[in-house]
């Protein structure tokens, strides 16, 4: 009965949270991560039929480049939302992780069903397909491993010593290392080997990045104000982010003798510096803004669609890909990939609002 009544007050507890204290900026930057993914990709269709030293393989590096803040973004906002939160393991089980688990079956059954011949669809394909899961559902598992160690990671984040201690643990450990080690591979395989099993031995790579980008999207979010000129030297330093990004792994290819190197995994430090100054932008730019109940509405609702997005845009890419090549069509290549884009984020926001209207089931599939 009184763990009834406790279960009562922290739904009521968060349903007065949602509605007094929204975090508004998380809305815009869930939407603008949304198009990232898309346009990662849509960019990403190029990389194998394009030569390195083409125009349309640099424009296309470049989309890509730009838009790999986009997953560390989400990873900081669930963060930032379910570390401020006192929440029981059971709560976060029955609310969170399971729907979440139901998410991964059906769409690893609906991509199942696109991908192979209905004939040979049985329990043992579809338990398979879920275990190798389709590209992008990788992302499901990740939250979920998150969403497992919230009471863990938040009594980290109870301790302002221990949460910044942490975080430049990890940001050693996870970031700094590793690209250390990846950076010398480039001029001496020898010493990148001694290093590189040197890391192994000590699992380094073990510990997840994903749950250091949950944890820093809780501490900067809550963290005080810093002053504009320190906010302006954050967002140079992204810049450089970005341009490191797009500059060093074309150069890197060519010191591979033209083999594609793609510097843009989330440990690497270019990445780290792109997303934290993106998620420091929209919190000081995005936040307070005043604008009218309707447009807010209309963001919100957006916003609440951008995991539906997420989930679905693979599938119309594809079948968009089976039907025809988009990619013949005569528009400048610098125009083409974002329109492509803007038309899978409107068309799967679009299916999204109507998948959302299917009884009981539908809410499970966005």
Not at 17 to 30: A, G, M, P, T, V
Not at 175 to 187: A, C, D, E
Not at 283 to 303: R, T, V, W, Y
Not at 342 to 356: A, G, P, Y
Request: with cysteine; glycine share 2%; aromatic share 20%.
């Amino acid at each position: 009965m009184e763990e009834n009544k406790q279960l009562y007050l922290n739904k009521k507890i968060l349903y007065k949270r949602n509605k007094d204290s929204r975090i508004f900026y998380f809305d815009y930057l869930r939407i603008i991560c949304a198009f990232g993914v898309i346009l990662i990709h849509v960019s990403a269709n190029y990389y194998n039929s394009l030569n390195i030293n083409s125009y349309e393989w640099k424009i296309i590096y470049y989309y890509n480049g730009l838009s790999r803040f986009s997953v560390p973004n989400f990873f900081m906002i669930s963060g930032a939302l379910f570390l401020c939160r006192d929440l029981s393991f059971k709560i976060i089980f029955n609310k969170y992780i399971k729907r979440l688990f139901i998410h991964l079956i059906l769409w690893s059954i609906i991509y199942s069903i696109i991908h192979v011949n209905l004939s040979k669809i049985n329990i043992k394909t579809i338990f398979f397909q879920i275990l190798k899961g389709h590209y992008h559902l990788w992302y499901l598992f990740s939250i979920i491993g998150l969403y497992i160690i919230i009471p863990f990671s938040r009594e980290i984040a109870k301790n302002k010593k221990l949460l910044e201690s942490f975080i430049y643990l990890y940001f050693i450990v996870l970031i700094v290392i590793p690209n250390y080690i990846y950076i010398l591979s480039f001029y001496s395989e020898e010493t990148f080997k001694i290093l590189n099993n040197l890391n192994s031995l000590f699992n380094l790579d073990t510990l997840s990045i994903n749950n250091f980008y949950f944890i820093v999207g809780y501490y900067l979010n809550n963290k005080k104000e810093k002053k504009k000129k320190f906010r302006i030297i954050i967002y140079l330093i992204g810049l450089f982010g970005f341009f490191f990004t797009t500059k060093i792994s074309y150069n890197f290819s060519f010191m591979k003798k033209n083999k594609k190197i793609i510097y843009f995994s989330n440990n690497n430090i270019n990445i780290f510096v792109i997303s934290i100054s993106t998620f420091i932008f929209f919190k000081n730019n995005f936040n307070n803004l005043e604008i009218n109940k309707k447009k807010n509405n209309i963001i919100q609702k957006i916003a609440k669609f951008t995991f539906g997005i997420y989930l679905i845009h693979p599938l119309i890419l594809e079948n968009i890909n089976q039907k025809f090549n988009v990619y013949n069509l005569q528009i400048n290549i610098i125009l083409l990939i974002p329109i492509i884009s803007l038309f899978l984020f409107v068309l799967s926001l679009i299916i999204c609002i109507f998948l959302n209207m299917i009884p009981i089931i539908g809410k499970y599939l966005v």
